[in-house]
Nanobody, 121 residues
Framework: QVQLVESGGGLVQAGGSLRLSCVVS????????MAWYRQAPGKQRDLVATITKAGSTNYLDSVKGRFTISRDNAKNTVYLQMNSLKPEDTAVYYC???????????????WGQGTQVTVSS
C-alpha cells in the first residue's frame, strides 16, 4: 500500500518559518512530479509548488520568493520550506505525487492526508 505522509505543520506567528516534509512509502517503481497544494476553509484547493524528477520548479505567484520546494529522490521525500509566513498562508497543506507502483504499468496521482498550517497575525 503506497502512502504519502506529511509532517511539519503547526502554529506560527506571521513572519515565521515552517518546513513541511512528505515521505512516500510502499512498493514504488518510480515517482515523476511531486507537488504541494493547500486548501483554506471554504476555498478551493490551490497548487502551491511543483517539482519535477529533474528538479525543475514552479510556484504560485503569491508564494514566490518565500517558499522553496525541494526533493530527495533517494528518500522518496519532498519538502516545502516556508519563510516569511503570512496569515493568508493558513490552510491545510497536501502533498501530491505522480507515481507508479511496482505491480502496475501506469502512473497515478496519490495524495497525502494533509497537515495544518496556521499563521497568526
Amino acid at each position: 500500500q503506497v502512502q504519502l505522509v506529511e509532517s511539519g505543520g503547526g502554529l506560527v506567528q506571521a513572519g515565521g518559518s515552517l518546513r513541511l516534509s512528505c515521505v512516500v512509502s510502499g512498493n514504488i517503481f518510480g515517482i515523476n512530479a511531486m507537488a504541494w497544494y493547500r486548501q483554506a476553509p471554504g476555498k478551493q484547493r490551490d497548487l502551491v509548488a511543483t517539482i519535477t524528477k529533474a528538479g525543475s520548479t514552479n510556484y504560485l505567484d503569491s508564494v514566490k520568493g518565500r517558499f522553496t520546494i525541494s526533493r530527495d529522490n533517494a528518500k522518496n521525500t519532498v519538502y516545502l520550506q516556508m519563510n516569511s509566513l503570512k496569515p493568508e498562508d493558513t490552510a491545510v497543506y497536501y502533498c501530491n505525487a505522480d507515481l507508479r507502483q511496482q505491480d502496475r504499468t501506469w502512473y497515478e496521482s496519490i495524495w497525502g492526508q494533509g497537515t495544518q498550517v496556521t499563521v497568526s497575525s
